[in-house]
């Protein structure tokens, strides 16, 4: 039987794999061919989520692209990253087959047989001798969440694990906390749509020029002339494009939104019917009280009349606002109450439900809000809840699994699932389309780490990844471009990806991938329908019935790809928009937001205002390490651990050659560093090397390393939100000293202070 299903899944692409065009030759496509056909696929990087019109060879092969016109994201624009999407797939260092390690210590190329014959002894034999809870997985946000979903319901229901995780934990927990605890969902509430409708756009740790290009472009289209008020410490592209600079002391965002809620509550600027649909009003306005402007001044760095005349433009009668963040509030050890201080203030003045408004989080990975809903990690498949016995049931009836192999509790987070390993008790990891040993806080903890594990196993496209150096397994995976499902994007549009090469040698979807392994553990009867991504896709839809991210209306794929995308919720009370292409359908028929009625997903149908004072920084800068360390993206031209961007040409050329840090000249002036000088940056967990990049932008004090070079993270420092688990990868304590001369920063103090 494996046999046969190993032919099946190794052989030219089928139904299951591909829906375009023609059919695919396996041979190499000469140049000189022009294409003959076209089809489109969400880009695979950014949760912007643009769509590209893929451009076919007579094979049905794409050899080239271009953005779509008419869709309504990206609206025929994309970034560097998304014009050289094919790319990646030609490298020369694609895994094409399955590596073991030998006794000796090196990878030998192994058949798909064997290799899932090891990963099922080695993982059976952890089980019956340590139990259900000593192996996990870690997964990603770049992979359709048909193989999400796939993933965690084989891991947990049909392996009978425990814990798993998404590297989504690392960008987009702490509004998914933040909105479940405000609105009872995990529910983004906006529409790209809302970018060009608002009459202030406030922009919180969000470097959109950078990080999100395509969205930046949406803001310049507003024809409102919005006032664009950036709070960010650093003067970054998007602040200084931006009408307004607020250059917040790290971490001071907390004390800063509650401040502007003392002054909008004491000048009456509220919104009472926005408020008569809320819970927790009465007990925020006294807490409050102690948030005068004078009080937040210090901790801000931003001076009272500052914040009072911020306090005015975002709650002012009949302007429509709009708050959005990114990594800069997500990343931070209490980024959930943050993002609810801005939650609080969107519904202290009914800044929400309505064009141009909102508390919008604008996520990180591709498909990090498919994980959110289908990886079956924190919540169970679907939006359910572990703990609720209705909802298990429900995932029982339509999947057709035991109900007594669905578990009650949600996985250990991240973070946790790599304390339990440190601690011996996880004892097998499976790493799936992430790079953890390059991408996770403090990450030379976990060379450290890997020597109490019994079992690692990697998944992935690249077999010279961090991570995939030190695996026992690697299982040699279909990259974007290769397969189909959907993504689903920061304001919640699911859109479909398609299969328009072959992968390389042995190379698998990892949907094929996980057809095997639940075939080779005994538990494929369970998954009997899950044949291929779309059938998978239809139970995936019917699980979502009367959840709030209902999609019931949605009948296939080839439905979602003439609507130009479609936002959930989706139900199927929905009528379908009239017109027979998404072209004639960019406004309002494609662009829906939430909440127009300030009835949230909670048991009394009202918005909870949460709050709770500032916390200390867990590492603040002191006389040893008096630098404050600030990490981010760097270039649009980059994308997180630069697995796939890096082999690119084109994309190399476009990005910094070599890793900097950006230092103010007085700083620098003051340690003896002149331009490109090297400098060693050190914090208590390791140093680097890397050169002086003399950075006005930057505040005195304060210095910024772009976090895709894999030693950055080997000096950020292990805290988390107490709610979302979050790592707090934005602000650390470290010293910085000429590599010439070795003369650390200790010794000019005064520098910083100043």
Same mark, same amino acid.
């Given at each position: 039987?494996?046999?046969?299903?190993?032919?099946?899944?190794?052989?030219?692409?089928?139904?299951?794999?591909?829906?375009?065009?023609?059919?695919?030759?396996?041979?190499?496509?000469?140049?000189?061919?022009? $294409?003959?056909?076209?089809?489109?696929?969400?880009?695979?990087?950014?949760?912007?989520?643009?769509?590209?019109?893929?451009?076919?060879?007579?094979?049905?092969?794409?050899?080239?692209?271009?953005?779509?016109?008419?869709?309504?994201?990206?609206?025929?624009?994309?970034?560097?990253?998304?014009?050289?999407?094919?790319?990646?797939?030609?490298?020369?260092?694609?895994?094409?087959?399955?590596?073991?390690?030998?006794?000796?210590?090196?990878?030998?190329?192994?058949?798909?047989?064997?290799?899932?014959?090891?990963?099922?002894?080695?993982?059976?034999?952890?089980?019956?001798?340590?139990?259900?809870?000593?192996?996990?997985?870690?997964?990603?946000?770049?992979?359709?969440?048909?193989?999400?979903?796939?993933?965690?319901?084989?891991?947990?229901?049909?392996?009978?694990?425990?814990?798993?995780?998404?590297?989504?934990?690392?960008?987009?927990?702490?509004?998914?906390?933040?909105?479940?605890?405000?609105?009872?969902?995990?529910?983004?509430?906006?529409?790209?749509?809302?970018?060009?409708?608002?009459?202030?756009?406030?922009?919180?740790?969000?470097?959109?020029?950078?990080?999100?290009?395509?969205?930046?472009?949406?803001?310049?289209?507003?024809?409102?002339?919005?006032?664009?008020?950036?709070?960010?410490?650093?003067?970054?592209?998007?602040?200084?494009?931006?009408?307004?600079?607020?250059?917040?002391?790290?971490?001071?965002?907390?004390?800063?939104?509650?401040?502007?809620?003392?002054?909008?509550?004491?000048?009456?600027?509220?919104?009472?019917?926005?408020?008569?649909?809320?819970?927790?009003?009465?007990?925020?306005?006294?807490?409050?009280?102690?948030? %005068? $402007?004078?009080?937040?001044?210090?901790?801000?760095?931003?001076?009272?009349?500052?914040?009072?005349?911020?306090?005015?433009?975002?709650?002012?009668?009949?302007?429509?606002?709009?708050?959005?963040?990114?990594?800069?509030?997500?990343?931070?050890?209490?980024?959930?109450?943050?993002?609810?201080?801005?939650?609080?203030?969107?519904?202290?003045?009914?800044?929400?439900?309505?064009?141009?408004?909102? $508390?919008?989080?604008?996520?990180?990975?591709?498909?990090?809000?498919?994980?959110?809903?289908?990886?079956?990690?924190?919540?169970?498949?679907?939006?359910?809840?572990?703990?609720?016995?209705?909802?298990?049931?429900?995932?029982?009836?339509?999947?057709?699994?035991?109900?007594?192999?669905?578990?009650?509790?949600?996985?250990?987070?991240?973070?946790?699932?790599?304390?339990?390993?440190?601690?011996?008790?996880?004892?097998?990891?499976?790493?799936?389309?992430?790079?953890?040993?390059?991408?996770?806080?403090?990450?030379?903890?976990?060379? /450290?780490?890997?020597?109490?594990?019994?079992?690692?196993?990697?998944?992935?496209?690249?077999?010279?990844?961090? %991570?995939?150096?030190?695996?026992?397994?690697?299982?040699?995976?279909?990259?974007?471009?290769?397969?189909?499902?959907?993504?689903?994007?920061?304001?919640?549009?699911?859109?479909?990806?398609?299969?328009?090469?072959?992968?390389?040698?042995?190379?698998?979807?990892?949907?094929?991938?996980?057809?095997?392994?639940?075939?080779?553990?005994?538990?494929?009867?369970?998954?009997?329908?899950?044949?291929?991504?779309?059938?998978?896709?239809?139970?995936?839809?019917?699980?979502?019935?009367?959840?709030?991210?209902?999609?019931?209306?949605?009948?296939?794929?080839?439905?979602?790809?003439?609507?130009?995308?479609?936002?959930?919720?989706?139900?199927?009370?929905?009528?379908?928009?009239?017109?027979?292409?998404?072209?004639?359908?960019?406004?309002?028929?494609?662009?829906?937001?939430?909440?127009?009625?300030?009835?949230?997903?909670?048991?009394?149908?009202?918005?909870?205002?949460?709050?709770?004072?500032? /916390?200390?920084?867990?590492?603040?800068?002191?006389?040893?390490?008096?630098?404050?360390?600030?990490?981010?993206?760097?270039? %649009?031209?980059?994308?997180?651990?630069?697995?796939?961007?890096?082999?690119?040409?084109?994309?190399?050329?476009?990005?910094?050659?070599?890793?900097?840090?950006?230092?103010?000249?007085?700083?620098?002036?003051?340690?003896?560093?002149?331009?490109?000088?090297?400098?060693?940056?050190?914090?208590?967990?390791?140093?680097?090397?890397?050169?002086?990049?003399?950075?006005?932008?930057?505040?005195?004090?304060?210095?910024?390393?772009?976090?895709?070079?894999?030693?950055?993270?080997?000096?950020?420092?292990?805290?988390?939100?107490?709610?979302?688990?979050? $790592?707090?990868?934005?602000?650390?304590?470290?010293?910085?000293?000429?590599?010439?001369?070795?003369?650390?920063?200790?010794?000019?103090?005064?520098?910083?202070?100043?």
């Amino acid at each position: 039987m494996l046999a046969r299903l190993l032919k099946q899944h190794t052989g030219p692409l089928t139904r299951d794999l591909v829906q375009t065009p023609g059919s695919f030759g396996l041979g190499k496509v000469p140049e000189r061919l022009k $294409p003959v056909g076209t089809t489109t696929s969400i880009c695979g990087y950014c949760a912007t989520g643009c769509q590209l019109k893929l451009h076919l060879d007579a094979s049905g092969r794409a050899i080239n692209l271009s953005p779509q016109a008419h869709y309504p994201v990206n609206l025929g624009m994309a970034c560097p990253k998304g014009w050289q999407a094919l790319d990646p797939l030609d490298a020369p260092d694609r895994g094409t087959t399955p590596l073991r390690r030998t006794a000796q210590g090196d990878f030998e190329s192994i058949d798909w047989a064997t290799a899932v014959e090891t990963f099922v002894h080695r993982f059976k034999s952890i089980q019956q001798r340590h139990g259900h809870h000593s192996a996990a997985f870690l997964s990603t946000g770049q992979i359709p969440f048909e193989e999400m979903a796939f993933l965690g319901c084989l891991w947990k229901f049909g392996m009978g694990f425990h814990h798993g995780d998404a590297n989504t934990r690392q960008c987009m927990a702490t509004a998914v906390s933040a909105y479940k605890q405000s609105f009872g969902f995990d529910a983004p509430p906006y529409t790209y749509a809302d970018f060009e409708e608002s009459d202030v756009i406030v922009l919180v740790g969000a470097n959109l020029c950078i990080a999100h290009p395509i969205l930046w472009q949406r803001i310049v289209r507003n024809p409102r002339s919005p006032k664009i008020i950036v709070i960010d410490p650093r003067a970054t592209e998007t602040a200084q494009a931006a009408d307004q600079h607020l250059p917040l002391r790290p971490k001071g965002d907390l004390p800063l939104y509650y401040a502007l809620a003392h002054c909008i509550i004491r000048d009456g600027r509220i919104d009472s019917n926005s408020l008569e649909r809320t819970e927790g009003f009465e007990e925020f306005r006294h807490f409050v009280r102690d948030y %005068s $402007p004078a009080a937040v001044a210090e901790a801000t760095g931003i001076d009272s009349d500052t914040i009072e005349t911020l306090a005015h433009q975002v709650s002012e009668p009949g302007k429509r606002v709009s708050w959005w963040w990114t990594m800069g509030v997500n990343q931070s050890y209490e980024g959930v109450r943050t993002a609810q201080a801005i939650i609080n203030l969107c519904l202290m003045t009914g800044n929400i439900g309505r064009p141009g408004t909102g $508390p919008n989080s604008i996520t990180g990975q591709c498909n990090a809000m498919g994980s959110r809903l289908f990886s079956n990690t924190t919540s169970l498949v679907g939006g359910h809840d572990f703990a609720n016995p209705e909802h298990r049931l429900k995932v029982s009836r339509i999947l057709g699994i035991p109900l007594d192999a669905i578990p009650s509790s949600p996985s250990l987070a991240y973070d946790q699932i790599l304390d339990a390993a440190e601690r011996g008790e996880i004892k097998g990891l499976w790493i799936v389309a992430t790079n953890p040993f390059h991408s996770w806080i403090d990450s030379g903890r976990l060379a /450290a780490l890997r020597e109490k594990l019994e079992f690692l196993v990697v998944q992935d496209m690249y077999s010279t990844t961090e %991570s995939a150096q030190v695996a026992d397994l690697f299982l040699p995976a279909a990259g974007w471009g290769e397969k189909q499902g959907c993504f689903i994007n920061s304001e919640r549009r699911i859109g479909t990806l398609k299969a328009v090469r072959t992968p390389p040698g042995q190379a698998l979807a990892d949907f094929r991938i996980f057809r095997l392994l639940a075939h080779a553990w005994g538990c494929d009867s369970w998954f009997d329908s899950w044949t291929d991504p779309e059938a998978a896709f239809l139970q995936l839809r019917d699980l979502t019935l009367d959840r709030p991210c209902d999609i019931t209306g949605i009948r296939d794929y080839q439905h979602i790809d003439q609507s130009g995308g479609i936002q959930w919720p989706y139900p199927k009370s929905m009528t379908t928009p009239p017109h027979p292409t998404h072209a004639d359908r960019v406004g309002e028929l494609t662009e829906r937001r939430l909440f127009a009625d300030w009835n949230y997903y909670t048991p009394t149908g009202k918005a909870r205002i949460h709050f709770s004072p500032p /916390a200390p920084p867990p590492e603040p800068p002191n006389a040893d390490f008096p630098f404050l360390l600030l990490t981010g993206r760097g270039s %649009s031209s980059q994308w997180h651990t630069q697995t796939r961007t890096a082999k690119s040409d084109i994309l190399r050329k476009l990005s910094p050659q070599e890793a900097y840090l950006e230092i103010h000249p007085e700083d620098a002036a003051i340690l003896g560093i002149a331009a490109n000088d090297p400098v060693k940056v050190s914090s208590r967990r390791g140093e680097i090397i890397v050169a002086a990049y003399l950075a006005p932008t930057m505040q005195r004090g304060q210095v910024f390393l772009p976090m895709h070079d894999r030693r950055v993270n080997q000096l950020t420092h292990p805290s988390f939100d107490a709610h979302s688990r979050q $790592p707090n990868y934005k602000a650390c304590a470290v010293q910085i000293s000429s590599a010439k001369t070795s003369s650390p920063s200790k010794k000019s103090r005064t520098s910083p202070a100043e």
